[in-house]
């Protein structure tokens, strides 16, 4: 989760939701820095969140949908404990 907390990277999975890019587009598209994009890239890619497909002399970055599934379902498992255990009313005495 704490990959996508930043503002860029989820806007970088959020493109990467709808097509495969490069670096190239991801600049033209976010507005960072190549250097910036890359650092980001890379925290994306080390989390699994993207792979890499080389072209050349260029790098295209697609979405791994399977990551974002698995952190889904991760979430809803913690909902429905909360729904269920009554977490709001459920308090441990200091």
Request: include cysteine.
């Given at each position: 989760?704490?990959?996508?907390?930043?503002?860029?990277?989820?806007?970088?999975?959020?493109?990467?939701?709808?097509?495969?890019?490069?670096?190239?587009?991801?600049?033209?598209?976010t507005?960072?820095?190549?250097?910036?994009?890359s650092?980001?890239?890379?925290?994306l890619?080390?989390?699994?969140?993207?792979?890499?497909?080389?072209?050349?002399?260029?790098?295209?970055?697609?979405?791994?949908?399977?990551?974002?599934?698995?952190?889904?379902?991760?979430?809803?498992?913690?909902?429905?404990?909360?729904?269920?255990?009554?977490?709001?009313?459920?308090?441990?005495?200091?």
């Amino acid at each position: 989760m704490k990959v996508l907390a930043d503002p860029l990277r989820m806007r970088i999975v959020s493109l990467l939701a709808h097509e495969t890019l490069c670096t190239t587009h991801l600049m033209e598209e976010t507005g960072a820095r190549q250097t910036n994009l890359s650092n980001h890239l890379r925290l994306l890619r080390e989390a699994g969140v993207v792979e890499t497909e080389p072209c050349g002399r260029f790098t295209y970055y697609r979405l791994r949908p399977e990551a974002l599934e698995s952190l889904s379902e991760g979430l809803a498992g913690l909902a429905a404990a909360a729904r269920a255990t009554d977490a709001a009313q459920n308090r441990r005495a200091c």
